[in-house]
Every structure is written in structure tokens, then in C-alpha cells.
């Protein structure tokens, strides 16, 4: 199984709304990932997990809220969003430590497109 | 901090062409990963091939090659026999090789490659 699942695919919401994004990995990585990619552009590093530790924010606003609850589930919680947030959020996950090549490797889901009305 | 730079925003070729897709890249590490993706309307990260800079030898894989140039710092990509499902963004990386945790990649601004029939 070399699948990252994101869920939901499409999430519209409004901009007093809560919701959570889901991804999910049975690989076995320790590593996880959240890229926001804008229409057009290349995808950006949010946040990074290893060993369901947060180990890297790239001074994401606080409106996002990641959460890694074991080594298979990341979720990214969000609150009080601006329009300007709608994106394709991406979940990647990869071998935290990467002892061959191969290791390095990062496996993406197909993402969730998020609109923010 | 690393940068990625592409300066072709789109190409197109015909079907059976060979293309070549230019990545150059900036950093002060010595010991790092490149890759190639490609991401297809659905959407869904592919990783098209990867080269260690530590290695002098090009990666390939299949029709995809590479031409690394590590002075140069210069990473393209070569498509051989190119196929109507090439069609795709793609997307130089850059990852630093930490030895142990997990780091995430450093994309350029992409190339759409159109192939024609």
C-alpha cells in the first residue's frame, strides 16, 4: 500500500466555520507533511511531523492548527480562515530517516481543495 | 535556505519528441536530494525520479533521465519517446540530506510540459 489518503476531497467553508482536514498513511512513515499549494504556483511547506512530533512550522498563522494523533493519522485544523487561504492542501508523508535513497521519497495525496467563502 | 529556480513556465512538444526541462538551484549544503515531479490535473504528486548529490552517475528511470551538474548546480530533466501522458506540471525539488528526522522539499515554480499529438 503506497497510497496517502486525504479526505474530504473538496471542503467549501465559511469563514466563522471550524473544520479539520484528514490524512491518512499506512506505509509505516514516520514522517509527515502539510504543503498548501495556490492555483498556479508551486506547493509550499507547512508544517512537518516526525514521529508524531512537530518538528518543523514555517510560521504558519495560528488559524491552523496541526495535529498528529499516531504515526498513520494527520489532521489540520482550521478556524476563522480569510479567502485568501483557499488552496489544494497537500499531506505528504516519507521515512524520517532516510538510510537509503529510496527512503527519501515522499509520497503525496491527491489533496483537498478548500475554498473559504 | 535553498532556492529552486525553472525559467521555462510551459513547453510543448509533439508526441515521440524528446524534451528537456531545466532546473538550477542554490544552497550551501554539501550533502542533499533532487527530484522530479509531476502533477497531472488529478492533481496527485508523482515522483518522476530522484538523483543523491553525492552520486556523479545521472539517474534514470525508463524514459526519464537527468543531466546533474553538481558545480553548476544545475538538475534537468530529459524525456525521451514522449507520450501523450507526459501532459503535467512538473515540479523540480530540493531536500537536504539531515541524516536523521525529517525535512521537507524545496519545489521550483514548475514547467507545464503540453505534449501534442
Known amino acids: 500500500d503506497t497510497e496517502v489518503t486525504q479526505t474530504p476531497k473538496h471542503l467549501v467553508m465559511g469563514m466563522t466555520n471550524k473544520k479539520s482536514l484528514k490524512c491518512e498513511q499506512h506505509m509505516g512513515h514516520r514522517a509527515m507533511y502539510w504543503y498548501k499549494q495556490k492555483a498556479k504556483k508551486p506547493p509550499e511547506l507547512m508544517f512537518v511531523y516526525s514521529y508524531e512530533k512537530l518538528s518543523i512550522n514555517e510560521s504558519v498563522p495560528s488559524r491552523f492548527s496541526p495535529e498528529c494523533p499516531n504515526s498513520s493519522l494527520l489532521n489540520l485544523h482550521l478556524h476563522a480562515l480569510q479567502p485568501e487561504d483557499s488552496a489544494l492542501y497537500l499531506c505528504?508523508?516519507?521515512?524520517?530517516?532516510?538510510?537509503?535513497?529510496?527512503?527519501?521519497?515522499?509520497?503525496f495525496g491527491q489533496g483537498t481543495r478548500l475554498t473559504v467563502v | 535556505a535553498q532556492t529552486v529556480t525553472q525559467s521555462q513556465p510551459e513547453m510543448s512538444v509533439q508526441e515521440a519528441e524528446t524534451v528537456t526541462l531545466s532546473c538550477t538551484y542554490d544552497?550551501?549544503?554539501?550533502?542533499?536530494?533532487l527530484f522530479w515531479y509531476k502533477q497531472p490535473p488529478s492533481r496527485q504528486m508523482i515522483l518522476v525520479i530522484r538523483?543523491?548529490?553525492?552520486?556523479?552517475q545521472n539517474a534514470t528511470e525508463n524514459r526519464f533521465s537527468v543531466n546533474f551538474q553538481k558545480a553548476a548546480k544545475s538538475f534537468s530533466l530529459k524525456i525521451s519517446d514522449s507520450q501523450l501522458g507526459d501532459t503535467a506540471m512538473y515540479f523540480c525539488a530540493f531536500r537536504r540530506a539531515t541524516g536523521g528526522g525529517a525535512d521537507g522539499l524545496t519545489f521550483g515554480k514548475g514547467t507545464h510540459l503540453i505534449i501534442q499529438p
Open positions: 538523483q543523491e548529490a553525492y552520486k556523479q
Open positions: 544552497t550551501s549544503e554539501n550533502n542533499y536530494y
Open positions: 505528504a508523508s516519507s521515512h524520517s530517516i532516510q538510510e537509503t535513497v529510496r527512503d527519501t521519497e515522499a509520497f
